[in-house]
C-alpha cells in the first residue's frame, strides 16, 4: 500500500466557493484522487484555509506550512509521496506578494522534505508540485477587493514551479488546465472542480508510484 499526503491550503482542505463551508468528503481532490488510485494507494488530505508556504499570516496562527511540515512527515511517516499545492495565500500576503516569493517558499518546502530526519530504514518522499488553477475575477466586488494584483500573479506560478520541480528532481502538475476557480470568489473550486483535479491528478501518481 502506497502512502501519499496531500499537503494544501483551503483548496485542498474544500471550501465551498463563496462560503466558509467545507465540501462534503467524496467531493474534495485527495478523495477523488484515492479514489481514482483504486486500492493501492492511500492518500491522506491535510488541508488548511489560510496556508502559504513559509510565511506567518498576522491574522491567523497555524498557517505557516514550512513551519508544520516537520511535524506532518513525522506523524504520517513513512510516506511515499508528498503532493504540495500551496502559493495563492502567499500572494495574498499584506496585499503585494508575488510569485516569484511563492516560488522561494515552495524550493523551502521540498528541501524540508529531504533533509528530514527519519526512522532507520525510511526513505523520503518523492515530492509532487502542484501549481494552484488561476484565479479569476469574481462576481463578488469584496472579493475582487481582497485579491487586487494576484489574479496575474497566480498565472506566474506555473512556469516558476515548474522551474523548482526540474532543479529538485519533483513531479510537476499544473492544476489549471484540468479545473477553473469559480467566479463566486474568483478563487476556490466548486464540487465538479475539485473532483476533476483529483481524477486528472491520478496519471501522473501512479506514474510516480508505479502503481
Not at 484540468?178 to 464540487?191: E, K, N, R
Request: include cysteine.
Amino acid at each position: 500500500m502506497k502512502t501519499v499526503l496531500a499537503y494544501g491550503d483551503s483548496l485542498t482542505w474544500g471550501l465551498v466557493p463563496g462560503t466558509r463551508e467545507r465540501h462534503v468528503f467524496a467531493d474534495r481532490w485527495p478523495n477523488a484522487l484515492e479514489r481514482e488510485l483504486g486500492e493501492g494507494a492511500r492518500v491522506i488530505e491535510n488541508g488548511v484555509s489560510g496556508r502559504t508556504t513559509v510565511l506567518d499570516d498576522p491574522f491567523g496562527p497555524g498557517r505557516n506550512g514550512a513551519a508544520h511540515l516537520p511535524m506532518m512527515l513525522s506523524a504520517h511517516a513513512p510516506l511515499d509521496l508528498l503532493v504540495f499545492m500551496l502559493g495563492i495565500n502567499d500572494l495574498n500576503y499584506s496585499n503585494g506578494g508575488r510569485a516569484f516569493e511563492a516560488m522561494q517558499g515552495m524550493t523551502r518546502l521540498v528541501e524540508i522534505v529531504k533533509s528530514h530526519p527519519l526512522e532507520p530504514g525510511m526513505t523520503a518522499p518523492q515530492v509532487l508540485i502542484v501549481a494552484p488553477p488561476h484565479l479569476c475575477a469574481p462576481d463578488d466586488p469584496d472579493y475582487e477587493g481582497y485579491f487586487g494584483h494576484t489574479i496575474e500573479e497566480s498565472r506566474k506560478l506555473a512556469p516558476l514551479y515548474m522551474r523548482v520541480a526540474d532543479e529538485q528532481g519533483c513531479g510537476f502538475f499544473d492544476a489549471a488546465g484540468a479545473a477553473d476557480v469559480s467566479p463566486v470568489d474568483g478563487c476556490h473550486l466548486d464540487a465538479e472542480n475539485t473532483r476533476a483535479l483529483g481524477r486528472a491528478l491520478a496519471p501522473d501518481v501512479r506514474r510516480i508510484l508505479e502503481l
